[in-house]
T-cell receptor, first 111, second 114 residues
Framework: GEDVEQSLFLSVREGDSSVINCTYT??????LYWYKQEPGAGLQLLTY?????DMKQDQRLTVLLNKKDKHLSLRIADTQTGDSAIYFC???????????FGAGTRLFVKA | NAGVMQNPRHLVRRRGQEARLRCSPM?????VYWYRQLPEEGLKFMVY????????ESGMPKERFSAEFPKEGPSILRIQQVVRGDSAAYFC????????????FGQGTRLTVV
């Protein structure tokens, strides 16, 4: 079945760039997402990319998609302590619902 | 425009009791999705509903779990005869169309079964 995998932890220093990686198995994925979850909160959609794109940039966020390798990454430039959270990679098919989530990467930002 | 509202935020139930989780979608949204998040795991899709219709419930356990989204009022996720393994965070999302690209999540209901 469909699966989304990502590393569980990442620690960076404030001001450095963070790169969170994700792999997925469903070759028919149409949308790929990055969500942010802060403690005790719901999920916040950070950005998404269509499968026919290979890069999307939005301020400090850069998403790279390698469709051949089914690899998605999120780069956060100039990481701040407020970026500490869990980041979920997710994918969905053409209809957009029934989104499949990874287990989340916990980003720790050291001052 | 208030976001997706879920209540209660925290719910404690004894084994064997019923749990009712409510989700009010954002204004203008007619599609609701329920997800479950077990500790240290990602979100798992449970069910997708439109007003008065269940579109996809392939992620719902076959027994004890049910969901509805009536014409008026919030969507309800109902868990009968709860067991310890039901302890999780249950998230609701809503969208104006059947596209998760426009889905917004609520803050979740954290269910603890004691």
């Amino acid at each position: 079945g469909e699966d989304v995998e990502q590393s569980l932890f990442l620690s960076v220093r404030e001001g450095d760039s963070s790169v969170i990686n994700c792999t997925y198995t469903d070759s028919s994925s149409t949308y790929l997402y990055w969500y942010k979850q802060e403690p005790g909160a719901g999920l916040q959609l950070l950005t998404y990319i269509f499968s026919n794109m290979d890069m999307k940039q939005d301020q400090r966020l850069t998403v790279l998609l390698n469709k051949k390798d089914k690899h998605l990454s999120l780069r956060i430039a100039d990481t701040q302590t407020g970026d500490s959270a869990i980041y979920f990679c997710a994918e969905s098919g053409r209809g957009g619902f029934k989104t499949i989530f990874g287990a989340g990467t916990r980003l720790f930002v050291k001052a | 425009n208030a976001g997706v509202m879920q209540n209660p935020r925290h719910l404690v139930r004894r084994r064997g009791q019923e749990a009712r989780l409510r989700c009010s979608p954002m204004k203008g949204h007619s599609h609701v999705y329920w997800y479950r998040q077990l500790p240290e795991e990602g979100l798992k899709f449970m069910v997708y509903l439109q007003k008065e219709n269940i579109i996809d419930e392939s992620g719902m356990p076959k027994e004890r779990f049910s969901a509805e989204f009536p014409k008026e009022g919030p969507s309800i996720l109902r868990i009968q005869q709860v067991v310890r393994g039901d302890s999780a965070a249950y998230f609701c999302a809503s969208s104006p169309l059947d596209r998760a690209t426009e889905a917004f999540f609520g803050q979740g209901t954290r269910l603890t079964v004691v």
